[in-house]
């Protein structure tokens, strides 16, 4: 109860600032016509602000009362000023609040200046200058702001409700005046700068409709990212669907209104009748949808964003993969095709209004185009999808994770797909359905990590692929799923090199995250490092490294002078005399802990164009080194036995960290789970 009367609430607060907002707009282009002034409307529109402001603060009012109690989880709370000043002063939602709560007493002292002094224009863009503060106000407490809080991640938000307050809070002074002109019918003068109003607001109205479309789209994208099918799986999903519905008829009836029957008004007087008709009964339609849209939108900024929506059971038998099936020349064709009626429908309906063309043929036509180019475009994007399809990962794509996937591999997969992964098993080639090449193949590039994890969970019909609950529980499986993804993306790491890709993460490659103890005493995460250094992962073997420890020792000062830490991993088990010799005069930490789950993991990314090491169980070399950038990406890689010189120059190496430090972010951080 206590979230439908929050609900409620913001409705009302919201719809009241939003008509405080566009009503004191319309005023203002009233008012550039002292004649208009005049009208009967203008003065019941003035009386009508002060009330706005008071359902404003009323509102208000009610959202602190149930925030107080949503926050603690305690109804009564709603109903004690006491958890109210708690609620107020610990927390930023409080805070702000209070902004709010402030700049709407603004609000109602500038709207009954308004309503009793002289009717003058620059009192209406005072009264809706001061209107918009606590809107903006409210932006900060919006999904975007909680997400990053920064003018490029807050201004798309703070700009869509003002524009929307505009529009929205403008129709009931648009509808004022068409129904004051049905009453009035003795002042036609007044009734004529009416309808010229009401075509100045109508010239306005169409750039803040497009600014309304354009920040709403970067405003959704922020909050649904690449998590698409959450449009048609979660709560959020299905309101923001709805909302774009209902906007669409907005759109058409706003269209239509501009370009027919506002332009009857100025015509005889049987014409402006029929042109005045249809305006009161869809402008009013118009605002009922209008108002469902608002309340829409209030529900979305109280519910869990599309991109962290986590959809535990997929509803749909298919999805539709751009990945998994654009490699098809027929499915490209077919989806060329469907663009191509696509752009044929939106020609047809810019064809109808130029032509004239009857409603029947307007609305027919576009709509036979739009069914065939889904019906060409659609069908082969599709792809068989299960209910684990977009399930979240739980487990994150680390070392030991990845290490754990390996062994679970090795027990219960090799024998089908082969110790690489390759689809080359001893039983392989006893099967009518060849085990799927794992390694090689852009094979978890098509398929979600929850298609992976059905598969592991129910096995595949017909491919005498089997489960594996009975031998492996959950996170097992997940285990499973995070090798085949390392597995994956070391054989596509195949084409990194010693030097670094200025300003391109190419590939993006993720490496998997671990944790680590050394014996100077330092610890820590992969992780840790992020937005503060970049890092030199060595990963090497004793005493053959000898030579490359010492040249690293030499050049330590030089590479952490470009803000890079050096890791140091031994490939082999070290005796007391060798870590001996190993962390003297060392100034690098030499991992101690989590060794095996780390060299298990990076070495899955030993493959280069020059050695594939596609056979057999394949060969760990003697040593690898990986650069991470402070971002989390992996940007190049050198293995002296495929590599040559590289690295072994000091200088060279220098120039590839001083690369990294003189970088910006090229791309948001990385997600620490396979998708």
């Known amino acids: 109860m206590i979230e439908?009367?929050?609900?409620?609430?913001?409705?009302?607060?919201?719809?009241?600032?939003?008509?405080?907002?566009?009503?004191?707009?319309?005023?203002?282009?009233?008012?550039?016509?002292k004649t208009v002034?005049?009208?009967?409307?203008?003065?019941?529109?003035?009386?009508?602000?002060?009330?706005?402001?008071?359902?404003?603060?009323?509102?208000?009012?009610?959202?602190?009362?149930?925030?107080?109690?949503q926050a603690t989880d305690i109804a009564e709370h709603a109903m004690q000023p006491g958890a109210w000043l708690v609620f107020l002063q610990k927390t930023q939602t409080g805070h702000l609040w209070l902004w709010r709560a402030a700049f709407a007493l603004i609000v109602l002292g500038v709207a009954l200046y308004v309503r009793n002094s002289p009717q003058v224009q620059w009192r209406y863009i005072l009264c809706a200058i001061v209107a918009v503060f606590p809107l903006a106000t409210a932006s900060l407490g919006s999904h975007s702001a909680a997400e990053e809080m920064s003018v490029a991640s807050v201004l798309p938000y703070t700009l869509h409700i003002i524009l929307a307050g505009v529009w929205f809070g403008a129709l009931p002074a648009f509808l004022l005046v068409l129904f004051t002109k049905q009453q009035q019918q003795s002042c036609e003068e007044v009734d004529k700068f009416g309808v010229q109003t009401l075509k100045r607001f109508s010239v306005m109205a169409l750039p803040v409709m497009l600014g309304i479309v354009a920040t709403g789209v970067l405003v959704a994208y922020r909050t649904v990212d690449e998590s698409y099918s959450a449009l048609v799986a979660s709560e959020y999903g299905w309101v923001l669907n709805l909302k774009l519905v209902l906007l669409a008829g907005v759109l058409m009836i706003a269209a239509r209104a501009r370009s027919t029957w506002l332009p009857l008004l100025d015509q005889s007087s049987d014409l402006a009748k029929v042109g005045g008709q249809k305006l009161r009964k869809w402008v009013c339609i118009?605002?009922?949808?209008?108002?469902?849209?608002?309340?829409?939108?209030?529900?979305?900024?109280?519910?869990?964003?599309?991109?962290?929506?986590?959809?535990?059971?997929?509803?749909?038998?298919?999805?539709?993969?751009?990945?998994?099936?654009?490699?098809?020349?027929?499915?490209?064709?077919?989806?060329?095709?469907?663009?191509?009626?696509?752009?044929?429908?939106?020609?047809?309906?810019?064809?109808?209004?130029?032509?004239?063309?009857?409603?029947?043929?307007?609305?027919?036509?576009?709509?036979?185009?739009?069914?065939?180019?889904?019906?060409?475009?659609?069908?082969p994007l599709a792809v068989e999808a299960y209910p684990e399809t977009y399930l979240k990962t739980p487990v994150p794509f680390d070392s030991i994770s990845i290490a754990n996937g390996s062994y679970f591999f090795a027990d219960n997969c090799v024998i089908?797909?082969?110790?690489?992964?390759?689809?080359?098993?001893?039983?392989?080639?006893?099967?009518?359905?060849?085990?799927?090449?794992?390694?090689?193949?852009?094979?978890?590039?098509?398929?979600?990590?929850?298609?992976?994890?059905?598969?592991?969970?129910?096995?595949?019909?017909?491919?005498?692929?089997?489960g594996f609950t009975d031998k492996l529980d959950e996170e097992e499986r997940w285990d499973v799923v995070n090798y085949i993804h390392a597995m994956s993306r070391g054989y596509q790491a195949r084409i990194m090199s010693p030097n670094v890709v200025p300003d391109l993460p190419s590939p993006a490659m993720v490496p998997p995250d671990f944790s680590y103890s050394a014996y100077d005493g330092s610890s820590g995460i992969l992780q840790d490092f992020r937005q503060e250094k970049s890092v030199l992962l060595v990963l090497f073997s004793w005493p053959e490294s000898q030579e490359r420890l010492d040249q690293l020792r030499l050049a330590y000062d030089s590479i952490s002078g470009e803000n890079t830490v050096v890791l140091a991993v031994p490939l082999n088990d070290l005796d007391a005399e060798d870590l001996a010799a190993i962390t003297a005069n060392t100034p690098f930490p030499v991992v101690k802990q989590g060794v095996p789950e780390i060299t298990r993991s990076y070495a899955l990314f030993r493959r280069t164009l020059r050695r594939a090491d596609l056979l057999g169980e394949g060969s760990i070399p003697n040593h690898m080194e990986f650069l991470v950038d402070r971002f989390g990406y992996l940007r190049a890689r050198w293995i002296p036995e495929a590599d040559g010189e590289g690295w072994a120059n000091a200088d060279i190496l220098i120039r590839q960290v001083a690369q990294l430090k003189r970088e910006k972010e090229i791309l948001p951080p990385p997600d620490d789970h396979v998708h």
């Open 4 to 33: 439908i009367i929050a609900t409620i609430a913001r409705w009302f607060q919201l719809t009241a600032n939003m008509g405080l907002l566009g009503g004191c707009v319309f005023l203002a282009i009233a008012g550039s016509d």
């Open 37 to 69: 002034l005049l009208s009967p409307w203008v003065n019941r529109l003035e009386r009508a602000l002060p009330w706005l402001a008071g359902i404003l603060l009323l509102g208000l009012l009610v959202v602190l009362a149930t925030s107080a109690a």
């Open 286 to 379: 118009e605002f009922v949808l209008a108002s469902m849209i608002v309340l829409l939108a209030t529900i979305l900024a109280n519910t869990l964003p599309a991109k962290h929506a986590i959809i535990e059971n997929w509803p749909y038998p298919f999805r539709f993969s751009i990945d998994a099936t654009w490699q098809d020349p027929d499915v490209v064709t077919r989806a060329w095709g469907g663009i191509v009626l696509f752009v044929l429908a939106v020609w047809a309906v810019v064809l109808g209004q130029l032509k004239q063309w009857t409603t029947q043929r307007r609305v027919g036509v576009p709509s036979v185009l739009m069914v065939c180019a889904l019906a060409v475009a659609l069908p």
């Open 416 to 466: 089908c797909h082969g110790p690489q992964g390759k689809g080359d098993g001893v039983l392989a080639d006893s099967f009518d359905t060849e085990p799927v090449d794992l390694l090689t193949e852009a094979h978890t590039a098509k398929h979600t990590a929850g298609d992976f994890f059905n598969w592991l969970t129910k096995g595949i019909p017909d491919t005498g692929m089997p």
